[in-house]
């Protein structure tokens, strides 16, 4: 028998606001690739880019005491190829990808890079002050630092003794 030290639930992580957005992602993305795996239009010009969806870039969110940040994976793109939005709690990037050359005599034996339309939102875990947000693109990697409202940042509570 092996003995497994017990270790206390962390609670943060156990917030129902916190988990319907975090399920509501992950819904989101399940279903959005299920539906462009059947939505892919054969011909489209675009070389297997989903029918009504587009692309959709992988994306990261971490969360600290004063920051959201968010990184977005889209490679070979320009910065004024992107446009970004925030709107009622939600981040929205979109923007097209390209081809860059045209190969007009010769035949693809493999196409694998997505081209055409994206548009990607997701849902923030905390109000941010959209006065303050920055965002920067390097090496294909769109990163978006949010700071946090002071309402939405965790607060010490002092305790008195009587």
């Known amino acids: 028998m092996t003995l497994t030290r017990?270790?206390?639930p962390d609670l943060w992580n156990l917030s129902p606001v916190r988990r319907i957005s975090s399920l509501r992602d992950e819904l989101d993305q399940?279903?959005?690739h299920v539906v462009d795996r059947f939505l892919e239009a054969p011909?489209?010009?675009n070389r297997g880019t989903p029918f009504l969806g587009g692309w959709l870039p992988a994306v990261d969110i971490y969360e600290d005491k004063d920051n959201l940040t968010v990184k977005a994976e889209?490679?070979?793109m320009k910065k004024e190829d992107i446009s970004i939005s925030l709107h009622?709690?939600?981040?929205?990037?979109?923007g097209e990808r390209?081809?860059?050359?045209s190969y007009e005599v010769a035949d693809a034996s493999r196409s694998e890079r997505l081209l055409g339309r994206f548009q990607r939102t997701v849902s923030l875990p905390s109000e941010v002050n959209a006065e303050a947000i920055?965002?920067?693109y390097v090496d294909g990697i769109l990163t978006v630092v949010?700071?946090?409202?002071?309402e939405s940042k965790p607060k010490q509570i002092p305790i008195s003794v009587k």
């Open 74 to 76: 889209l490679p070979g």
């Open 30 to 32: 399940l279903f959005g």
């Open 6 to 8: 017990w270790q206390r």
């Open 88 to 94: 009622n709690g939600y981040l929205t990037f979109s």
């Open 146 to 150: 949010l700071p946090k409202t002071e």
């Open 43 to 45: 011909g489209d010009g």
């Open 134 to 136: 920055k965002a920067t």
């Open 98 to 101: 390209k081809q860059e050359q």
